[in-house]
């Protein structure tokens, strides 16, 4: 019955979406204040109908109520609780409802906030928003509806796939839709203030902080499946240039894209038009990405065609509203005239070389993710694109952005001079030729990949500790820093956890050692500077699948330093093996144990690592949020904005009044 | 089923591979440690058929074992690095290169990136060109030359 219930508000909602899609944009046409005024109660209204929704699946996960057949295909009773419920999103449909239970909240919380913003802009930003809604609405309760029942229930389910049941995988998918749908917030901003006509400061100011959530959640959230992959695969690769991973990759280059030129946009009322089209842009990659993950067509052309429907629906949406949105930018962008002006050095230009190594790694993950596609389709060629040409064709840009960076940050906004820049990040300089320069001695022979990428991410720590340092002035006033607004922080912290990826990525595909060996209970072996030892191998039972575990100790100069217990594992519902690798996590290395089979002549198969700096990987991607959260709790932000200037005080100029 | 566990991977995952376990196995390895290292930079630049994008050196299917046996014979036998990969593609096909060729239209692919940094590196020079100039002050319409003129002359 619940179910039912749940199945119910997911069309109520629907319902009040279609409404709230359409009555709120004819009153902002026609300045009917009682028309628009739907528009709010409406967006909250929806949101409470779909997390009822959400909530009466997730109920139906918690309590294994195998009359539902999206439980029974993706659930199982002996599985633990976090599953259960993490199994909710864990499948087509249900993170399909996860989805549009996010738009809904975005919605919600829209509805709430800006009270600042005009109300024809509130209006049409939340009709916007429920359009994106009502598509995927139909698409759930059309082509995939989470509430179908089963006309005989079964005893029990067929488990979730092994490889989702772990607590890095229950929190990476909502974290990732967080993200992706949070740039449907920058989208119906853009689409909204096309259909006013007016783009200024104000609008930046709003969009700002929704792109900076989303891509705080983006970032939390790639972190995340990095990790898991990291952890779980057994062999500590982090990034796999996947189609799936591109497709969250590219929209978080759009979105550092967007907030980086928002900033101009609110600063210096310039590049607004580049800032409409790439609020477009993020929020048409976030699509591309739910279609890829969706159809599967990049992973394979025939699981594609197992589901032909749904792809469909997908990219019938997908081209609907980037193609859409897109001739209405085309139509209305001219309307958006610059009024800054600014010398050829200056932040603006800056910001500028910013988007375009941004905009360009996207283009390149882009044509890289498609290109087996394309060739296959249009040429006949059936060829792979692998991380050996990511790694060539879109780190260059990475690299490049990273040696600009520093710079950037602190030449002056209007009008600035590159050798004063320069000079104020000697010292950071220096200090980071002289760490490449130590790492290079020390290493002896190996390749660059590491003092290069030592190089590059000291650069650029040490020229966000300039940043900070140049806007307290002097390092005899340090209660200065106290006062420093927190959206500089913000930027100084986000800029070091780039910096300290970078050098982290670097540092670990240089560095890394690999030990694969047969080893005998009892008889000791060297990796690096490591004694391990294989104690014992035994079989255990978990709640829901059987496990092996071996114990092996790891001693260095004759200290015990920790107990490792690598395990497999094999799940006999989904009848799937795993691999849990077991990790000594330390601050400057990783001892990574992996446990393979049993060998003939005795003995097991254990590979061992050693992973210097991996943590951080994401130690950096953490910091990035965490500079992302300072910025976005800035007072700026959390007072409201003020309202923006009406025509009456000649603000806008003619040419944007004319284009209403 | 399969099916099913496809969706389930494909859903979640913004991830990843989905064999597990020890790729490259202990009785493979050769003892001379230049070949083996030839051997496994040349693997992981090779895919395996029947994974979804994993190069043969992490997978662990049958064939990527396979493949990996035959890579180190022919490195044993003496072939180059090239040749080795020449082999395998003449067997295999061009799918089984992670690291794609520069020939035919895979030029367009190499080149799309370079490509567009210049173009977009241009319109933001003549962007930014464009707004280092001391705006001129735009022309008054007729009508506000009307009202200009209305408030001077009331004035004097």
């Known amino acids: 019955m619940i179910t039912e219930f749940g199945h119910f508000a997911l069309i109520l909602a629907f319902m009040v979406a279609v409404v709230q899609m359409v009555v709120p944009m004819i009153g902002a046409y026609k300045r009917w204040d009682g028309w628009m005024a739907v528009a709010e109660p409406a967006a909250q209204g929806q949101f409470l109908f779909t997390f009822f929704a959400f909530g009466t699946l997730m109920w139906a996960f918690a309590t294994s109520d195998f009359s539902v057949e999206l439980v029974v295909l993706n659930s199982h009773s002996a599985k633990p609780m976090l599953y259960k419920l993490a199994g909710t999103w864990g499948n087509h449909e249900g993170s399909m409802l996860l989805w549009v239970l996010i738009v809904t909240l975005f919605g919600a919380v829209a509805s709430f906030g800006g009270n600042g913003l005009p109300p024809t802009l509130k209006a049409r930003v939340l009709s916007v928003q429920a359009a994106i809604a009502v598509a995927f609405f139909i698409f759930i309760l059309f082509t995939s509806n989470p509430f179908v029942r089963v006309a005989v229930p079964p005893f029990d389910g067929q488990d979730l796939n092994p490889l989702l049941q772990d607590p890095g995988l229950a929190f990476h998918p909502p974290f990732l839709y967080l993200g992706y749908v949070g740039l449907s917030m920058a989208f119906s901003f853009a689409v909204a203030a096309l259909i006013e006509g007016r783009v200024d400061a104000a609008w930046g100011r709003w969009v700002r902080p929704w792109t900076l959530a989303a891509w705080v959640f983006l970032t939390i959230g790639i972190g995340l499946g990095s990790w898991w992959a990291y952890y779980e695969l057994g062999w500590g690769g982090f990034w796999f240039w996947d189609p799936v991973e591109n497709a969250s990759l590219m929209p978080w280059l759009l979105a550092a894209a967007l907030l980086h030129c928002a900033i101009v946009v609110e600063k210096r009322e310039v590049l607004k038009s580049w800032t409409v089209l790439l609020a477009i842009l993020a929020f048409g990659f976030s699509l591309i990405g739910t279609f890829i993950v969706r159809s599967g067509l990049l992973t394979s052309v025939h699981a594609f065609a197992n589901d032909p429907e749904r792809g469909i629906v997908i990219l019938v949406i997908l081209s609907l509203f980037t193609g859409g949105a897109l001739m209405l930018f085309a139509l209305r962008a001219q309307a958006l005239e610059a009024k800054g002006v600014f010398g050829a050095v200056s932040r603006e230009s800056a910001l500028v070389a910013n988007n375009i190594l941004l905009a360009v790694g996207c283009f390149v993950v882009f044509v890289g993710t498609v290109w087996p596609v394309v060739a296959e389709m249009l040429f006949t060629r059936k060829l792979s694109v692998g991380p050996p040409f990511f790694e060539a064709a879109f780190t260059p840009f990475m690299v490049l952005l990273g040696l600009l960076l520093p710079i950037g940050s602190i030449i002056p906004w209007k009008r600035g001079k590159v050798r004063r820049s320069l000079w104020s990040l000697r010292y950071a300089a220096a200090l980071a030729v002289a760490l490449a320069g130590l790492a290079w001695a020390m290493q002896s022979g190996q390749s660059l990949l590491g003092p290069v990428g030592l190089l590059l991410g000291a650069w650029i720590v040490f020229g966000a500790i300039v940043d900070v340092s140049l806007r307290i002035g002097s390092w005899t006033r340090l209660s200065r820093l106290w006062r420093l607004p927190r959206a500089d922080w913000g930027k100084a912290v986000a800029h070091a956890g780039f910096g300290v990826t970078v050098f982290a990525i670097a540092g670990l595909l240089a560095w890394q050692k690999e030990d694969i060996r047969v080893a005998r209970l009892n008889e000791p072996f060297q990796v690096g500077p490591y004694h391990l030892l294989l104690e014992h191998v035994s079989q255990e039972p978990g709640p829901n699948y059987s496990s092996t575990v071996a114990q092996i100790a790891v001693t260095r100069d004759g200290q015990l330093i920790t107990k490792l217990h690598p395990e497999k594992r094999i799940y006999p519902v989904a009848q799937m093996p795993t691999t849990e690798a077991a990790i000594d996590f330390r601050f400057t290395r990783d001892l990574y144990v992996v446990l393979g089979d049993a060998q003939d002549g005795g003995g097991w198969a254990i590979r061992t690592y050693i992973k210097p700096f991996a943590n951080w990987i994401w130690g950096g991607c953490l910091l990035m949020a965490f500079g992302g959260l300072l910025s976005l709790s800035d007072r700026r932000f959390r007072v409201a904005a003020p309202g923006r200037k009406t025509g009456k005080t000649g603000a806008p100029p003619p040419v944007e009044r004319s284009a209403v | ?156």
């Open chain 2, 1 to 156: 089923m399969m099916r099913f566990v496809r969706r389930c991977v494909l859903t979640l995952c913004l991830c990843l591979p989905a064999t597990f376990a020890v790729a490259v196995e202990p009785d493979e390895i050769l003892s001379d440690p230049v070949l083996e290292n030839r051997a496994r930079d040349i693997s992981q630049g090779l895919r395996c058929l029947v994974c979804r994008n994993e190069s043969i050196d992490e997978s662990h299917a049958e064939l990527a074992r396979d493949l990996r046996l035959l890579v180190r014979e022919r490195l044993v036998a003496g072939d180059s690095n090239d040749e080795v990969v020449a082999f395998v593609v003449d067997r295999y096909g061009e799918y089984v290169l992670l690291n794609p060729t520069t020939t035919g239209v895979n030029w367009l692919l190499w080149a799309a990136g370079p490509i567009m940094f210049l173009i977009a590196a241009g319109v933001g020079i003549v962007y930014v060109r464009g707004r280092d100039k001391p705006t001129q002050a735009a022309a008054l319409s007729a009508q506000e030359q009307a009202r200009l003129d209305e408030i001077l002359n009331g004035e004097t």
